[in-house]
């Protein structure tokens, strides 16, 4: 079974140019999330989709964030027009839509991250 | 505020030794607690999780530990392996919920020869 892949692994853009992130979930998984690392600080959450349906967008930083999962499937995260602060590794993970018998969470998992540099 | 925090950036442990990786929370909302491991270039990869009805929870040689008075837990690799090396990121999240997870700021572990 192919993991959570993400495109690019890299971008490097300078401030004020826009880029577009890719992540395409474990097939069947309808739970897609969205966080980020900034350099040796925490993973912090950015947003939840359930299938096309954005679940939690609470932790997207300002409106020049924008996240799209048309269809339920593969998820695209837009940064327009970039920062230098928006610099940092994007992480998706993906995980199974309700709970599998007797489990009380089910694992998140992630791709590879895609490293974002704003000049 | 961060609400899961690692306080140690770094650990450097001999192979064979217990390596002893610790996480405070914060807030009492959390009931599901997670370990992720992360190489160099790659996404965090899961590693043991344990509920906050449990105290210890054990997988081979990884076992957590949840004191949840002191709102604390730890995670001990014994014995410590060369590939054991990562940064390791201690999570927390809500169970029986598709909620995101918190996740604190990582503990690099050294394990030397």
């Known amino acids: 079974e192919a993991g959570v892949t993400q495109f690019p692994s890299h971008s490097v853009i300078e401030k004020g140019q826009t880029v577009t992130l890719r992540c395409d979930p474990i097939?069947?998984?309808?739970?897609l999330y969205w966080y980020r690392r900034v350099m040796g600080k925490e993973i912090k959450f950015l947003l939840h989709f359930v299938k096309e349906s954005k679940q939690d967008e609470s932790g997207m930083p300002n409106n020049r964030f924008l996240a799209e999962r048309t269809g339920g499937t593969y998820s695209t995260l837009k940064v327009q027009p970039a920062e230098l602060e928006d610099s940092g590794v994007y992480f998706c993970a993906s995980s199974h839509f309700g709970l599998a018998g007797g489990s009380t969470y089910n694992e998140q998992f992630f791709g590879p991250g895609t490293r974002l540099t704003v000049l | 505020d961060q609400q899961v925090k690692q306080n140690s950036p770094s650990l450097s442990v001999q192979e064979g030794r217990i390596s002893i990786l610790n996480c405070d929370y914060t807030n009492s909302m959390f009931d599901y607690f997670l370990w992720y491991k992360k190489y160099p270039a790659e996404g965090p990869t899961f590693l043991i999780s344990i509920s906050s009805i449990k105290d210890k929870n054990e997988d081979g040689r990884f076992t957590v530990f949840l004191n949840k008075s002191a709102k604390h837990l730890s995670l001990h690799i014994v014995p410590s392996q060369p590939g054991d090396s990562a940064v390791y990121f201690c999570a927390a999240t809500l169970s029986g919920t598709a909620s995101k997870l918190t996740f604190g700021t990582g503990t690099r572990l050294q394990v030397t020869l």
């Open positions: 097939s069947g998984h309808d739970n």
